[in-house]
């Protein structure tokens, strides 16, 4: 376990590189809104309320009309201008995550019409049978399909949402509706999702994000765990390559958590740390058949990763409990979600929600 002390200069080091205007990018130079709000939410863990609040006023500039962001800005400019459904859907659980941490009402109050848009936004994109499609693109047509981790992390926001409403007085039993028909689809329905199983998000993600829990949980993470995870190392990003991830690993520490594997989740945490850098900052990755870090780069949305992972384990803030706390309560029940008559198949970036 990393000290307090080190997870705050792991912060830090996310707010070393926050640009002016408030964006937090990718190594690469964009921000996109869902990597942006995770370092927010690390940020948050460790007190650095001014990076925060520069943040916020970033994604309340750049949310379109619509309620959603570009997938991608540079220097605040839109490079690719398809808005992706999980990107809009997190904003809903940093502002959740920022009131569990700070309890700040008027921060939340004046973050709701941000969250309010970006969830219609989210349940425009939803289909018949439950799932989200992943964008709408710059002519504003919908996808002709859905991801599995994109749509896992949507629930998460659903749910948060939900929460949001409820604590504002202004409750949004649609969200709640939308978010117990995804649970039954990702439970129930792999058919629903593009195939993208070689990577490992597509793996945990559903219990990560609250639609699948207790012994289903439990099974859908044994059933590939020797499969992405290297003991001493952490997991692979995907199956089929000898590379190691920082961001992923520490994500699976936190859905181990939210299932009560404490000691496995610990024990990933501690094999992740060879990533650390010494200014507290973290490699992206390692490449372990050549032995070099992979990419060659230190990555925002990896410390952001790490101190929420050290969040759940040290219950470092009021919010450690975010991932374990936030899940759907019909997943696997047919008549209680609504989903008993939905009709079977339909047609059907990086796969997962960093695509």
Known sequence: MISREEAVRTAESIAAV??????VPWPEGHVDAWNHVECLMAMTVAGLDGPVRRGYAWLERHQRPDGSWPMKLVG?????????????????????????VTGDRGFTER????????????????????????????????????LLTGCSSIHQGLRC???????????????????????????????????KSRFSMDWYYPVL????????GAALIEREWSTFVVRGLGIRCVSDQPWVTGAETCELVLALDALGDAERAARLFADM????????????????ANGRHFPHERSAYTAAAVV????????????????RDVAGTAASDPEVCGCADLPGDQPDTRAARRS
Do not use: C
């Open 18 to 23: 926050q640009e002016d205007d408030g964006g």
């Open 161 to 195: 949402g939900v929460l949001l409403g409820d604590l504002l007085g202004d409750p949004q039993p649609h969200w709640e509706l939308a978010a117990d028909r995804l649970a039954h689809v990702l439970a129930e329905h792999p058919e629903a999702f593009a195939d």
């Open 273 to 288: 740390q060879h990533l650390r850098h010494e200014d507290g900052s973290y490699w992206t990755g390692w490449q372990f």
């Open 76 to 100: 605040g400019v839109a490079t690719e201008e398809g808005g992706e459904s999980n990107h809009a859907a997190y904003v809903a659980v940093g502002v959740w995550h920022h009131h569990l």
């Open 209 to 216: 994000g609250g639609a699948v829990r207790g012994p289903q």
């Open 308 to 323: 929420l992972a050290a969040d759940a384990l040290a219950r470092l803030s009021p919010a450690s409990g975010l991932f």
């Open 111 to 146: 973050s709701w019409p941000m969250v309010k848009s970006a969830l219609d936004y989210v349940v425009g994109l939803q289909t018949e049978r439950g799932e989200i499609v992943w964008e709408r693109d710059a002519r504003g047509a919908a996808s002709t399909y859905a």
